[in-house]
């Protein structure tokens, strides 16, 4: 496996305003990512051809293109078929967890998150996917 690169690039794909500004300060305030939050799974698809995000956080449940189904839609980009996941969800029983790792998820955030330990949780399963 190639080295990964630093993280810098993180695609970030949230329905709820709320969560993604919320999300969106966490992540670039306080962990000083350089993002690109999306309200669907269409924007980003979208929007991650150009980007060439380092890493996707998506959220699991959004009407229409689900966490899920972004993700298999995101793999058949160019250049994004090994960029590493994180799903962000607040369904996380044992057998939903294996089910989003089994699609290549490094790490899954259970929702509520800490916004102030967003930044450091996403570091985190980054770095122990390495």
């Known amino acids: ?15 709820d305003p709320d969560i993604r500004t919320i999300a969106t300060l966490a ?3 306080v962990g000083g990512f ?6 669907s799974g269409a924007e980003a698809l979208d929007a991650a051809p150009a980007f060439n995000p380092h890493l996707l956080l998506l959220d699991v449940m959004m009407p229409g293109l ?10 058949q980009l160019p250049g994004m078929a090994a960029t590493p996941v994180i799903f962000m969800t607040a369904k996380v ?3 939903e967890m294996e089910a989003y790792r089994s699609l290549g998820a490094i790490g899954v955030i259970t929702k509520p998150f800490d916004p102030m ?3 450091a949780q996403v ?3 980054w770095a122990q996917a390495a």
Do not use: F, I, N
Request: glycine share 10%.
């Open 34 to 39: 350089q993002l690109r939050a999306c309200a």
């Open 123 to 125: 570091r985190g399963m």
């Open 66 to 75: 689900d966490g899920p189904g972004t993700l298999a839609k995101l793999r």
């Open 117 to 119: 330990g967003l930044a």
């Open 1 to 15: 496996m190639t080295a990964m690169p630093d993280l810098r690039r993180v695609l970030y794909v949230e329905d």
């Open 93 to 95: 029983q044992a057998s």
């Open 27 to 29: 992540l670039e305030t």
